[in-house]
């Protein structure tokens, strides 16, 4: 063979969609890797789904260019790429069986009834549910019924699995659990999978790489690691994890935030910036030195396997840090509200942004 | 910044795009041909005025010798005299005029010979049935030139609504039409909002017998209380003549009685709805803050309900202005504008006229029906899926109370049913009270004998059984395709538009569109496919809706998955989607077949001697005298409906059944 199978699955260049004059998407240029598994992230309406179903044909973009595994697919319909689908809504024909389902995708004149059975066989075994075959849809937990969608969905073994939100319908406890299991079965298969999601943890948890959205436009790509420690953005900073944002004002060195200068790199900005610091980076410390502060503690909330405190103190004015601790070094510390205590704010885990528009 | 957009992608279309698209245009070109062309050819009518244009025709006579004298415009030789021969020279668009008149000494034996020609283009004039235009003289003999007339010209313009208002008979009509139709609206709303509450609010007994009764209206053509009406209180002949205390029953006493009760069912469920959805939280709220049971009343449910109760009193007023079967039996001289068309087309064969009428019609008609649809729409939004179903508590005094007066209520609906069924069985009111079945013996009436009857089962069959596909089709395409925006928004209009188009009006449209010689489809006229054609049209609209709303009730990602899964989209269609919406689809083939079995309206403009229904021949049996037989058809029409009632809820419990299981889950 001439080509080799390429790194780059799928790539999006310069891709617009406009609804009247709104412009869902904006200039989007993308390269999803073989095999790997990408989170599109955002807030409601940033236009993410609007780019999963411009990937899958159900909603054509407006211009700009698609191409799946080195084809040209932009202007085809659904029917002529090469992907299965997982909605929210599970989207089960409620009138056939669970082997139906699974089935739907598979009949066809050419293939005996016989390869169909045992196909499916298969891919109840592979997503745990062996004997719900007979039932229908409305008979299984929302969690069976969205593995049942996600089996019927790589039955025809598709190059490209896109998952729309497939696990927001559900509870908690079974989104978690539903989460490994996904992800375990994307790895085992080695299917190159595109999931949208609003949940932040679900991104971080199952992505291999994340591709944060916002307004239309992609705001940062990385992996789960890079988009938390180094946000490139205030939006992406705010938008994954929780984020300490202080008004502040850049110096050679570091900032000034009131009377506290805190030495960091402030990526060569001057005047006002928004100094940022993750709640878990702030550490309580014993002793004075660089970067360390007094803080008062003016209320602490329980949140099972950590404390979130706010911190005040007089030097930084009406700047208020919100810091987590562990209940081990709240114990040892053995701090209440109205606690005093020193911590540190470690120069390398501080980001400096310029002021949001 | 600055980015640049690329060029716009221009989508591949799929084979089943291609076959959607190609489903979409045929449906939605049965709708241009059904509704849209007739609707325009009405309307164009209604704006027509056709005048003999003498101008456009010149003659020249000869001596008996064979020497021809001079050329001579016909309007020359119509105004020699004072006044001229023909004074009048409007007509319509049947108009034909002979010439022989403007020569007082013709005689079809003379010798003499006539040079004929038509000066102006389009001027077209006949010799016997040959159709003749163009400047070209044609010789004839005084006996061919007898033969000669001329056909009128067209104008367009107001003068036929001019003609139209300046007509004291006519204009009547309109008051008397809105004084009905507003008359009935407030009574059938009242006597409906009450029965409708005692069902959702009392714990009375027999609710279910009551629903049932007060539905009973809806598988009895509109005329039929009419004749019900008539045995009770005709002023001669009535049984319970007393009670009219001297006034007469036709008229617009016997109008607004009749009305109340065809219209009952249709304001009843509106109201049920709009009752059953209002959010038990808020009485119990109410409760809470000790209001009186009067003061929830006005604070809770009236305003729950009020979008329903405004929905029912336009639905109402529209059915009672654009009724004609119940006026036409016992209006006696209280004329209609419904009835006027009729008489205007059937009676005068004045069809200019007929279409002003109907576009008169059409204003309150299309008004009620724009508001009716905002009622709905804002009633749809009171909705919300956390809403708690309110279960009456029982009360001994109230639910006693509203027993009474459901009672009352079933006693009025029962009871003209079941006068129309004596009179159908008694030998000869008032004299012989023997029963017989000789009444039903129809071959011995005029009006199509039992062929009407069967003619009618077919028609409601062809109805139920096509409207039932292409309806579910259209809305199928309008709500589950994708792309074609304007084409599908265009659809979705037309498809709203046949509840707006009163029957009759819907009917003339036919006549001028489809009788019309020039139309290839000319040949449907008079056949059962017209009258198919209409019915289904005329019931498009709830039809379209039903269907719309049982398959918004799917999932909108069905066909995106089986896109992904290359299946094509009439496996979808015929594995889920046919099968989940059955009992909307049953439902739509009842309402249709129930309708093609009791409509008058539009179909008494297009029946022919071979395609007599029995609906029509009630009407024609009672315009006869034929009461009896004429009551017996009408009952026909009920056991028919009934029957059809019962299998269809048959059929439905037996669907859900079969699929109970994944209907419900485990």
Sequence with gaps: ?357 | MGAQMGPKIKPKLGRDDWAQRSFMLVIGLYLVIALALPLYAMLSKAFSTYYFDLSQYEVQVSDGAGVFGPVQNIATLNNQSSPPIFDDLATNTNGRLGLTKLFPDFSFRSPVNYRFRAVSEGAIYLVGSERNAGPDWIELDSNTFRRVVIRPASERGLSNFTTYFSTPALVQSVENSLVIAVITTVITVSLAFWFAYALARSKMRFKGVFRMVAMMPILVPSLLPGIALLYLFSPRQGMLKELMFGYDINGPIGIVIGSVFFTFPHAMIIISTALSISDARLFEASESLKASRWKTFWTVTIPGARYGIFSAAFVVFNLVITDFGLPKVIGGNFNVLAVDIFKQVIGQQNFEMGAVVSMVLLVPALMAFGIDRRMQKKQVALLTARSVVYEPKPNPVVDWFFFAYATLVAVFIAGIIAVCQYAALIRQWPYNLSLSLKNYDFSRMDGGGWASYTNSLLLAIFTAIIGTIVVFLGAYMVEKTKGFERGRALFQGLAMLPMAIPGMVLGIAYIFFFNNPDNPLNFIYGTMIILVVSTVTHFYTVSHLTAVTALKQMDGEFESVSQSLKQPFYKLFWRVTVPVSLPAILNISIYLFVNAMTTVSAVVFLYSTDTALASVAVLNMNDAGDIAPAAAMGMMIFYTNAGARILHSLLSKGILARSNAWRKGA
């Design chain 1, 1 to 357: 063979m001439l080509d080799k199978t390429p790194d780059v699955y799928l790539r999006i260049e310069g891709l617009w969609k406009n609804f009247g004059v709104f412009t869902a998407l904006r200039e989007i240029s993308l390269e999803v890797l073989e095999g790997e598994f990408l989170c599109f992230l955002g807030p409601s309406g940033c236009g993410k789904t609007t780019l999963l179903r411009a990937i899958a044909g159900l909603d054509l973009q407006t211009a700009g260019r698609i191409e799946q595994a080195g084809k040209d697919v932009s202007n085809l319909p659904p029917a002529e790429r090469d992907f299965g689908i997982v909605f929210q809504s599970y989207a089960l024909f409620p009138n056939l069986t669970i082997e139906k389902n699974i089935a739907y995708g598979l009949e066809n004149a050419k293939r005996p009834r016989a390869e169909v059975k045992a196909r499916v066989a298969e891919l109840l075994e592979l997503v745990g549910l062996p004997d719900q075959g007979k039932k229908y849809p409305a008979q299984l937990s929302g969690g069976q019924q969205q593995r049942i969608a996600l089996a019927r969905a790589i039955a025809t073994s598709p190059g490209l699995l896109l998952l729309d939100e497939p696990l927001s319908a559900l509870d908690a406890k079974v989104r978690v659990f539903l989460r490994h299991e996904v992800k375990e079965l994307q790895r085992k298969l080695g299917i190159t999978t595109v999931m949208v999601t609003h949940d932040q943890e679900e991104a971080l948890s199952m992505a291999d790489r994340i591709v944060v959205m916002n307004h239309g436009t992609i705001e940062q790509v990385g992996t789960p690691l890079e988009i938390y420690r180094d946000p490139v953005n205030l939006f992406v900073a705010d938008f994954v994890g929780e984020m300490n944002q202080i008004p502040a004002t850049a110096e050679a060195g570091g900032v000034v935030i009131k009377n506290v200068h805190l030495s960091c790199n402030n990526n060569g900005l001057s005047g006002s910036v928004i100094a940022t610091i993750r709640p878990e980076d702030i550490l309580p410390v014993e002793e004075n030195g660089k970067n360390v502060l007094r803080v008062t503690i003016f209320e602490m909330e329980f949140l099972g396997s950590f404390f979130r405190t706010r911190l005040t103190s007089p030097e930084l004015g009406e700047a208020m840090l919100m810091a987590d601790f562990s209940i081990n070094a709240m114990r040892r510390i053995g701090l209440k509200e109205g606690g005093k205590l020193l911590v540190q704010l470690p120069a390398e885990r501080i980001k400096i942004f310029a002021e949001a528009g």
